[in-house]
């Protein structure tokens, strides 16, 4: 089989910048470069191909490709995370932050933007909002693993992509059924999450309507189970891990 758009595969990579390994779907590379992160849920990565989930020079490179195939990819700044934009460096007064005060390093959300403090000067803050690795060069190792056929089993693996958990699923008459604990509701996430997941399935599984179970059991809410389910989805959902977007540890927010 020949990948083409539309196709849903399962791919293993290694995502790597300045010789240096970022990213990797397998534990076991992750560990071995040193990369591993304890929080992250590894394992074959579901790609739509077309659907623009990975950066362009990747997925252009996955057309073409027989299923099994390995090799690597080194992709431009052009067809990655773009190259530098002056203008999307911002200068913010320092009393709209909420919480701690910023510093060098810093990562910040401001306005529904989410950038790395560059310097502050006084009451001037200045904020690069340009991806973290814009400039950069980026080097992918993968597999093709298989191509997922099964309609089903694109739903559940869909899912599992975009939502970062299992749920139960089932196709009744070109409607997707999704259950989910009702306990999900505690959290803002999982509305973003569910809007985006079923734009997703109408879009690529040719079906009519996606319903929402919300399933109650009685028993009592655990702690663990209020929690977020995955990394900020944001306005993409985005199955690709993304341990380069973290340059700086903490986080404030700015009011609006």
């Known amino acids: 089989m020949t990948v083409k758009n539309g196709d849903f595969i399962r791919i293993d990579f290694t995502e790597s910048v300045d010789g240096k390994a970022i990213a990797a779907t397998d534990k076991d590379v992750a560990t071995e470069k040193g990369i591993y992160d304890e929080e992250a849920q590894y394992g074959p990565q579901l790609i739509i191909v077309g659907a623009g989930q990975v950066i362009k020079g990747l997925e252009e490179d996955l057309l073409g490709k027989e299923i099994g195939y390995s090799g690597s990819i080194e992709i431009p700044p052009e ?14 007064p320092i009393n709209r932050f909420k919480e701690e005060r910023p510093y060098p390093g ?21 904020v690069d909002f340009n991806h973290p690795l814009a400039d950069k060069t980026v080097v992918y190792e993968y597999k093709i693993l298989e191509a997922v056929e099964d309609r089903p089993e694109r739903l559940k ?24 604990p009702w306990e ?29 179970v919300e399933k109650h059991t009685g028993e009592r809410v ?5 929690s977020p389910p995955g990394k900020e989805p944001g306005a993409e959902i985005d199955s690709q891990p993304e341990a380069a977007e973290e340059p700086g540890s903490g986080e404030s927010t700015a009011e609006e």
């Open 222 to 226: 655990k702690a663990e189970l209020v």
């Open 79 to 92: 067809k990655a995370f773009g190259k530098h934009d002056p203008a999307k460096v911002e200068t913010i």
């Open 184 to 212: 999900m509701s505690y959290y803002k996430e999982w509305f973003m999450i569910r809007r985006g997941l079923a734009d997703m399935i109408l879009q690529h599984l040719g079906l009519k309507e996606v319903d929402y």
């Open 157 to 180: 693996a869909m899912i599992k992509a975009f939502a970062r958990m299992d749920l139960e699923a089932e196709i009744r008459d070109d409607v997707a059924v999704i259950t989910a």
């Open 106 to 126: 810093m990562r910040v959300g401001v306005e529904n933007k989410v950038g790395i403090v560059t310097r502050v000067i006084g009451r001037k803050v200045s």
